[in-house]
């Protein structure tokens, strides 16, 4: 009967779990307005079907069409594909966002395939719903959905896959790693999970020697990851010649060092504040689950001595033991999302963004998940003297339910939030708003238009199917401009749904 139950409430929850999934993508697809960095990353595909390359529109660079932009931090494994897309006709904003939604479905299968390796059916639902629990939306800079048009769940789909065929196929990890950092360089972070993860996949032996195996076996690996994002700058080279090669490696370097942003200064505590408080729930509940989660593993790993006699001689088997993959996913994705939360919790010149770390929560914090509902069911099964039973029960029950209740809530809040009404401006009002604007931009053959501030501007330009430039670029200064509400620079040449194109300076 018990079993009867479990089994149909599994399927009940992979039920909920698929329509939730399904309504907060169709919303992300359909109904989020397309906001200023989606605009900014569509430039690039846009501008390689019209024959200029790899090419961005330099609204942050200049704002002249800029090769290999190291402004787009998304990179040609999600902006290719998209180009790929539009180049069939397909509309500019739906066609580019089915990329990364694709990646989204890859992400959560690839969750679902970990957690259920990890821990069985119910494991997977854990480790399948956690993405959507992660609030990204409500934050400055955020990931408002799934198809935003951004690199983030793209990369954190491949590293999920990278994990999953780590034991048998290293050499295809490394690859997928390699594609992760040309969907968003910051998974470049991941190298020291993959690192772990190797070598405890490597047969056991003194350490001397089993270090040097896992170099051995690393060599073919790490060839492959670097052989994408080596690819692309050959390519780079070929493209821009030794001089604007070297101006672009030194912008490249400029900007990861400064992460592109030039705000006041954030600590780590605000930082891992900000991170607990993405939840859905309230940020002392997020903490509350991730200690009673840690807690179960660091208790189920200590092994229960018994009595010797003829029907139960020595201690119990570790729960670990017949899964030699266990410890290789966990530790190497605890060391994979310790990486993106310290990194970005130590990076002062950051700001509040949970879009930084995402690539890394997204991806190793459903296996981290996963690897916790293990460890509660071991210890609920465990055997051990009478009087330790109960706590360790209670601990493991109070462990899941509150996984569970987060996880719920979050994918919950989620599909709700998509079926409340929008409270700011939705794609279709945004294009109807543009669309006078569009008509004038191609009635009057103009190429150009400066966006005026960085912001819903960039956006609107990019619909109206101009190249964009940000209004103060020595570039623009001879450049119609579009803003919101007045000109600065005499009386607007048309105006619609609250936006003027602007005479030029």
């Known amino acids: 009967m018990i079993r009867r139950l479990t089994g149909t409430g599994f399927w009940i929850l992979l ?83 089915l990329v990364p939604l694709a990646y989204w479905v890859l992400l959560v299968v690839g969750c679902a395939v970990i957690g259920r390796r990890i821990s069985g059916r119910f494991g997977a639902l854990v480790a399948a719903a956690l993405p959507l629990a ?27 896959w990278a994990l999953i065929v780590l034991p048998r196929r290293a ?9 992760a950092m040309q969907a968003k360089l910051i998974a470049l972070l991941a190298l020291p999970a993959f690192a772990v993860a190797l070598f405890l996949l490597t047969p056991a032996a003194p350490f001397r020697r089993r270090f040097t195996a896992t170099l051995r076996r690393s060599l073919l690996p790490l060839a492959l990851a670097a052989a994408p994002t080596v690819l692309m700058e050959l390519i780079a080279l070929v493209s821009l010649g030794i001089g604007g090669y070297a101006r672009h490696v030194r912008a490249m370097g400029g900007f990861l060092l400064s992460g592109g942003q030039h705000t006041e200064p954030t600590t780590a505590t605000q930082k891992l504040g900000t991170l607990a408080g993405s939840w859905f729930v309230p940020w002392w509940l997020t903490v509350a689950a991730i200690l009673l989660a840690a807690a179960v593993v660091i208790v189920a790993a200590v092994p229960v001595r018994h009595r010797r006699s003829d029907t139960n001689p020595g201690s119990a088997p570790r729960w670990w033991d017949r899964d030699p993959q266990l410890l290789a996913w966990g530790f190497g994705s605890a060391v994979g999302l310790l990486a993106f939360v310290a990194w970005w919790a130590q990076a002062s010149h950051l700001p509040l963004w949970v879009r930084h770390p995402a690539v890394g929560v997204f991806a190793f914090a459903p296996v981290l998940a996963a690897v916790a509902v293990r460890a509660a069911v071991a210890l609920w099964r465990r055997r051990g003297p009478s009087n330790s039973q109960a706590p360790v029960r209670i601990l493991s029950v109070a462990a899941l339910a509150l996984l569970g209740g987060v996880v719920a809530t979050g994918g919950v809040s989620d599909a709700g939030r998509a079926l409340r009404a929008p409270a700011a401006e939705t794609l279709a009002q945004q294009r109807a708003a543009v669309a006078p604007l569009a008509a004038w931009v191609r009635d009057n053959d103009v190429e150009w238009l400066a966006a005026e501030p960085w912001g819903g501007p960039v956006s609107s330009v990019v619909l109206t199917g101009a190249h964009v430039g ?30 003027v194109i602007c005479p030029a300076p």
Do not use: K
């Open 15 to 97: 039920a909920l779990l698929v329509v939730a999934n399904a309504i907060v993508m169709w919303h992300s697809l359909t109904v989020l307005r397309f906001w200023e960095d989606e605009a900014f990353n569509l430039t690039v595909p846009r501008n390689l079907l019209a024959g200029l390359g790899y090419t961005s529109d330099g609204t942050l660079s200049g704002s002249t069409l800029t090769p290999f932009d190291p402004r787009i931090s998304t990179g040609p494994v999600v902006l290719i594909p998209v180009a790929g897309i539009l180049a069939l006709g397909a509309d500019p904003v739906i066609g580019a966002r």
């Open 134 to 160: 992660f609030n990204t939306a409500e934050s400055v800079s955020p990931i408002q959905g799934p198809a935003d048009l951004l690199g983030e769940t793209a990369a954190a789909a491949l590293l999920v």
């Open 470 to 499: 940000l209004y103060d670029a020595p570039a623009m200064s001879r450049t119609m401009t579009l803003a919101y509400g007045s000109c600065r620079t005499g009386s607007p040449l048309t105006a619609a749904g609250g936006m």
């Open 171 to 179: 050499w295809l990890a490394g690859l997928l790693l390699g594609l």
